[in-house]
């Protein structure tokens, strides 16, 4: 069973940064990794799917990069609106698998 | 646009089995393109899938709710279920059903999640 591990669980950050969210697989998962950005009391909401691609009405200051074993997540300028948890989640041989999610707050 | 709800009893009592059904409006339950799946999230902790179904009644579980999870499908209804027997208090949750688009591999339309609460 894959595990997925991401890092740092909790970031602080300001409105206008630059911020990189990491996730390691257990082995390699090829480009089968997507990011969920969840509000409090809400369905997560899918951001990027195989690693780099942004999903339909994303915003384009939401990045992904990586395959293998570790991929990140990148906003490349925060919003008010972005200060949420995100998950990342693998996919392999039907089983999928999430991160422990990062809670990115306000500094 | 896909919609799912989830439905189903928000208390249940420990040992006893927890089920749930979620209801897909806005596209066809029989659509080649996606499975359907169940996603768990206790209060205050991450996400977890719990599993998933093809409209053909093909199932995929989590291994490690494995021998206590059954995902069903009854297309005539465009529902598909969820059984989690054994309950204890550690499968308090709130629990969403969503669109697994086959392709992507994504999760991509989720119901708004029902919180089961397992007390006696």
């Known amino acids: 069973e894959i595990q997925m591990t991401q890092s740092p669980s909790t970031l602080s950050a300001s409105v206008g940064d630059r911020v990189t969210i990491t996730c390691r697989a257990s082995q390699s998962i090829s480009s089968w990794l997507a990011w969920y950005q969840q509000k409090p009391g809400k369905a997560p909401k899918v951001l990027i799917y195989k690693a780099s691609s942004l999903q339909s009405g994303v915003p384009s200051r939401f990045s992904g990069s990586g395959s293998g074993t570790e991929f990140t997540l990148t906003i490349s300028s925060l919003q008010p609106d972005d200060f949420a948890t995100y998950y990342c989640q693998q996919y392999d041989s039907f089983l999928f698998t999430f991160g422990q999610g990062t809670k990115l707050e306000i500094k | 646009q896909l919609q799912l709800q989830e439905s189903g009893p928000g208390l249940v009592k420990p040992s006893e089995t927890l089920s749930l059904t979620c209801t897909v409006s806005?596209?066809?339950?029989?659509?080649?393109?996606?499975?359907w799946g169940w996603i768990r999230q206790p209060p205050g902790k991450g996400l977890e899938w719990i599993g998933s179904i093809y409209y053909s009644g093909s199932t995929y579980y989590n291994p490690s709710l494995k021998s206590r999870v059954t995902i069903s499908v009854d297309t005539s209804k465009s529902q598909f279920s969820l059984k989690l027997s054994s309950v204890t208090a550690a499968d308090t949750a709130v629990y969403y059903c969503?669109?697994?688009?086959?392709?992507?591999?994504?999760?991509?339309?989720w119901g708004q999640g029902t919180p089961v609460t397992v007390s006696s």
């Open positions: 969503a669109s697994q688009e086959y392709s992507f591999a994504i999760l991509d339309y």
């Open positions: 806005g596209g066809s339950i029989s659509s080649r393109s996606y499975y």
